[in-house]
């Protein structure tokens, strides 16, 4: 048995292949099979998702079977496959073992958080193919579990992630102690100069196959950039979730804290959501992975470690709610979704600040966008009307119980009230929207103040005299607002043009919502709007840091409680005139590092560093 779709397929894969309806090939999968790939060392540059683990399944059965209808008794094995995290790993065992079953194929797996005891029980019972993250394949290969002297391919499966990792050190170690006469087969999403240089170290008169071409991105994956307020982000992963509605969706988010903070957001506010860090356990990975393919869970937030390797089903929406470093990090993030032709949707939620960065990397990327603004509550509560009339529940054929039961119910109830508990029901399985009716910056900057230039014609500004109460409030104060004390004043220079930024970031606020700011000497009062402080005060509380505290005002009529600054002279003099000596006392954005915890870079140079 044969599929004609897959030109010159082993009879045994061909019928692998069948069975699993797998009719059309991909580019890729079409590329490695071609007459001039045959035999050679490949260099393959294909997007995840686009098919690669069957791609090189197919391309190692000559090499593998040589001719033979199947394996014989499994010994020590002969194709080794590296794969940069253990959820890839496990999935390339799955689908070779399917690929490879009518071959006899025997294919074993190694990598870490599993038990090593095991694997190596299972590697000395003998194996075809080997695969294994490359920390646990060098631990078997230096405790000589694993014998490398028959192999006759090596596969290394996304190979730029696993130089991304660090693992090169462990990679070169595997290939140097492999027999010269291998094949060796690199893929990988990105082709940066550090992979390339692993190709012309490993790889032999290598074949170069660019699937899908490198002038455009994921085919499958439409890109949509939203501008939304900084303080807002949440909000507007619960309003795509509600107005998409997928089936399955990856929420990305840049640390571990973040994680944990987005999944309890959305499992708070009715979603199926778990979390995926690096700090669970394999145990709990795989508990969280099996909720999402058995459709227990709909939402996966991840960081970009945790996410790697990993194989949804169904997932046809990837939002990126803290924005990738890089072009690379976006694609391989992105390409979780648009896979085996399905179509998929990569949303960037982009603050106004963040704007020109987000295009930069798209067209690193080389992505095109569609701009926007997030689904509003109204456009929501629209669509709902929209798909509650079009629910199964309505077009579905009613059973002859169901319509007794709805007889009785119209006979004793109005039927506009039967029809209201019905969308009651249908509305109380639904997540609640977000209201997203906040302002964006336009972007533009404030004038500047009057200016006078030099005999060089460079522009001078006039300082302005530093008063010796305290400053002006900003924008004149804000009626009912709550106050709130921040332990910085004038004596370690505060200045509300970087304290604003930093109180609005730390307490995940907008500008509007600060009102009057007082630096006096060894504090600063503000003002925050009412309807704001109770979750200001709650995660400043939680967000500590660099010596900073915030705290609500003891005294709310926005006069310093403070204890007066010490006089000269007086006792401390002597400490208090150190910590405000010229050569130590903090200024402009040195301050505004030092005391929101962050150090201060210094050029190199012959200069000393101040102080």
């Known amino acids: 048995m044969s599929d004609p779709t897959f030109p010159d397929t082993h009879p045994a894969l061909a019928r692998a292949l069948a069975e699993r309806n797998y009719t059309t090939p991909t580019p890729v999968q079409l590329a490695v099979v071609e007459p001039q790939a045959e035999g ?35 010994r020590d094995p002969l194709a080794l496959i590296i794969a940069p995290t253990r959820e890839l ?63 006759k391919a090596v596969v290394l499966d996304e190979a730029d992630e696993m130089l991304d990792m660090g693992f090169r050190e462990d990679l070169e170690f595997i290939l140097q102690t492999t027999p010269a006469t291998r094949r060796t087969l690199l893929f990988s999403a990105t082709l940066p100069k550090s992979i390339a240089a692993l190709a012309a170290q490993y790889q032999k008169d290598a074949l170069r196959i660019a699937a899908r071409g490198e002038s455009a991105g994921h085919a499958d994956i439409e890109y949509r950039a939203l501008r939304v307020a900084g303080n807002k982000i949440e909000s507007a992963v619960v309003n ?62 991840a960081t970009d470690v945790a996410a790697r390797g990993i194989d949804l089903p169904n997932l046809a929406l990837v939002i990126h709610a803290d924005l990738p470093n890089d072009a690379a990090v976006l694609q ?39 701009w926007g603004e997030p689904p509003s509550a109204a456009a929501i509560r629209k669509l709902d009307q929209e798909r509650l009339l079009d629910s199964a529940m309505l077009t579905e054929a009613a059973s002859e119980e169901d319509l007794a039961m709805a007889d009785q119910l119209l006979q004793s109830r109005d039927p506009r009230i039967v029809a209201a508990a019905f969308v009651k029901i249908y509305r109380a399985g639904l997540p609640a929207p977000e209201e997203l009716d906040e302002d964006l910056p336009s972007g533009k900057r404030e004038p500047r103040e009057e200016s ?17 109460g305290p400053r002006a409030p900003r924008d004149g104060g804000m009626p009912g607002g709550v106050w709130f004390r921040l332990n910085v004043g004038r004596d370690r220079n505060a200045d509300p043009k970087w304290l604003l930024p930093e109180i609005c970031r730390q307490g995940e606020l907008t500008k ?43 005294d709310q ?55």
């Not at 299972?122 to 002297?149: F, W």
């Not at 509605?245 to 499992?267: K, S």
């Not at 006078?452 to 010796?468: A, V, Y």
Request: net charge positive.
């Open 40 to 74: 050679r060392d490949l260099l393959v540059s294909a997007q995840t998702g686009s098919g690669k683990t069957i791609a090189f399944g197919l391309a190692l059965a000559d090499t593998l079977l040589e001719g033979a209808a199947a394996f014989g008794p499994a």
């Open 89 to 151: 790993a496990l999935q390339v065992q799955r689908e070779l073992s399917w690929l490879y079953h009518y071959a006899g194929g025997r294919i074993v797996s190694c990598v870490g958080g599993m038990d090593p005891g095991r694997e190596r029980r299972e590697l000395s019972a003998g194996a075809h193919i080997v695969v294994g993250t490359p920390g646990r394949l060098r631990d078997h290969l230096e405790r000589r579990a694993l014998n490398v002297a028959s192999l």
């Open 240 to 301: 795509l979730l509600r107005f998409l509605d997928p089936p399955g969706a990856l929420v990305f988010c840049g640390t571990r804290e973040r994680v944990r903070h987005m999944a309890a957001q959305l499992t708070e506010r009715g979603f199926a959501a778990v979390a995926m860090s690096g700090e669970l356990s394999q145990s709990e990975r795989n508990h969280a992975l099996q909720a999402l393919r058995d459709g227990r869970a709909r939402v996966c937030v």
């Open 332 to 370: 391989h993030r992105s390409g979780r979704t648009g896979r085996a032709g399905k179509k998929g949707i990569s949303v960037l939620l982009v603050p106004p600040s963040r704007r020109r960065r987000v295009e930069e990397m798209l067209g690193k990327a080389r992505v095109t966008a569609n």
């Open 452 to 468: 006078r230039r030099d005999h060089r014609g460079n522009r001078q500004f006039e300082p302005k005299p530093r008063e010796h």
């Open 512 to 554: 509007k919502d600060i009102g009057a700011i007082r630096v006096f000497e060894m504090e600063t009062l503000f003002q925050v709007a009412a309807e704001a402080a109770p979750k200001f005060a709650a995660l400043v509380q939680e967000r500590k840091k660099g010596g900073v505290r915030i705290s609500p005002a003891l």
């Open 557 to 611: 009529s926005g006069e310093s409680t403070a204890r007066p600054h010490r006089t000269p002279g007086g006792p401390g003099a002597a400490q208090d005139k150190k910590a405000n000596s010229p050569g130590e006392r903090p200024t402009g954005k040195t301050a505004k590092k030092k005391f929101w915890g962050k150090k201060a870079r210094h050029k190199k140079s012959g200069k000393k560093r101040p102080g």
